[in-house]
Structure formats: C-alpha cells, structure tokens
C-alpha cells in the first residue's frame, strides 16, 4: 500500500501510533515478529505477527527516507566493509561505512561482491545527503576496493587526493558495530526475498544511526527522545 506524504497510515486498519510503535520495537531490539506480537497483546490489541512484517516492510525504508534530512555530518575518515545476508539460502553482501567515530554513513544490501557492486555503494557512500568528501577511505584487502576506487576517480567522481588504505586492523571499529545488525537479522533467520530483505534492513540500520546519536539535537542512547522523534517524522503527536 502507498504511503501518502500527509497521512501515511491512510487505509490502514490500526492507529499509527499503534503501528508505529511495533516497527519501531522489531528494529530496535533483538525481537521477532511473534514477540512484538505479544508484546502488544499484553496490552490489550491483538495484532497478527505476519500484520507486523507489512508494516516493517512499509514503514521500514520510509523510515529511511524520512530521516535523511536531519542527519549530522558524519567527518572524512571512512571506514568501509560488507557483511553476509542469507536471502533465500543464499549469501547476499550488506555493504557498510562508518566514520571514525563509529556513525554510520551509509549501506547498501547487494546481490554480489565485486568491483561493480563497491563502486555502487562508493558513490552511494559519497553522495548521501549530509557526508562529507572522505579524506580516506580505510577497507580490507577486498581487490574490488582499489579497482573501484580508481574507476571513481577516473570518472571525477571522486578527487585524486582521497587515500584508499588497506589495512585490516582500522576497520575493528565497523566490525563490531556489524554485531548490532546481525543480531537482528539472525532472528530473521534468512530472508525469502532479495527485495524482502533490503526493506528490513533499512529500518534496521537507521534506528540503529538514531540509536548512535547521527540524528541532530538528539542524543545517543536518548531511548525516549528516539521514540518521539520517530513518531514525529510520521505526524504523531507527542
């Protein structure tokens, strides 16, 4: 179902808080679709857990899409990697950048991992609302890096002087934030559609930006400041 820009719940048979509220639960905390389930039931609404999959599948990358404009900046020390999805039974890559100081840049869930798919999310990476021109670019010892790197360079989308460093160690700080999300999509236990599977993980990945505080005037770990937040982006009152 379409979600309109002045009332995104139009149709639905559920309030939007309602709605809201169980989204936000599923990719905020390592829960299932049956736990928020209950967890609302003990309130009183009972919601079917394949209800809640519709909504995380809606509001997840709508969630992504409203959040953008109020972004920080993130500063130019990028740190770059991919993590395997099961889509199907099979590995899919979720590319992803953080800063030095562990905000998340930006992320890109890809059918394969090659120089194509590296440059595709570069360039991403690079043009999202909010990021500035990296002044380097630390990644491991995938070949696709290099190669993509310089085709970006080639083309002018980046400039010459932006350093590409491969050097494992620099990149621990990305590799324990893969933890975050990976707890969650454990619990999904595979995902039976590449396009399934990408919607999720946009919800997850920007409550988890919000959660580390890349979201102007709020706070890290600000839990109800958060929620508020993600409800006013809805038009929910407070």
């Known amino acids: 179902?379409?979600?309109g820009p002045d009332n995104p719940f139009k149709g639905r048979q559920h309030p939007g808080e309602l709605i809201i509220?169980?989204?936000?639960m599923y990719l905020r905390y390592p829960l299932s679709y049956e736990h928020v389930a209950e967890l609302v039931a003990e309130r009183g609404v009972p919601v079917d857990a394949s209800c809640i999959w519709r909504w995380v599948?809606?509001?997840g990358p709508e969630l992504n899409r409203r959040c953008r404009p109020y972004l920080k900046p993130v500063n130019k020390s990028y740190r770059i990697d991919e993590t395997y999805i099961k889509v199907k039974g099979q590995d899919k890559y979720l590319y992803r950048a953080l800063d030095s100081t562990?905000?998340?840049i930006d992320f890109l869930l890809t059918a394969k991992r090659d120089m194509a798919a590296a440059k595709r999310f570069l360039r991403r990476a690079i043009d999202a609302s909010g990021n500035?021109?990296?002044r380097v670019m630390n990644v491991d010892k995938n070949p696709a890096y290099p190669a993509a790197v310089e085709a970006l360079k080639t083309e002018g989308a980046i400039p010459r002087r932006v350093a590409l460093r491969q050097c494992k160690y620099l990149n621990n700080v990305i590799e324990q934030d893969h933890r975050?999300?990976?707890k969650r999509v454990w619990l999904a236990k595979g995902y039976g559609s590449f396009q399934s599977a990408w919607r999720t993980l946009q919800g997850i990945?920007?409550?988890?930006m919000i959660w580390k505080g890349r979201v102007?005037?709020?706070a890290k770990g600000d839990a109800v400041g958060q929620a508020l937040f993600i409800a006013w982006l809805f038009g929910l009152a407070a």
């Open 180 to 182: 975050t999300v990976k």
């Open 132 to 134: 500035a021109m990296p």
């Open 1 to 3: 179902m379409p979600i």
């Open 102 to 104: 562990g905000q998340t």
């Open 205 to 208: 990945e920007t409550v988890h």
């Open 216 to 218: 102007r005037w709020l």
């Open 21 to 24: 509220l169980c989204v936000r």
């Open 57 to 59: 599948q809606a509001y």
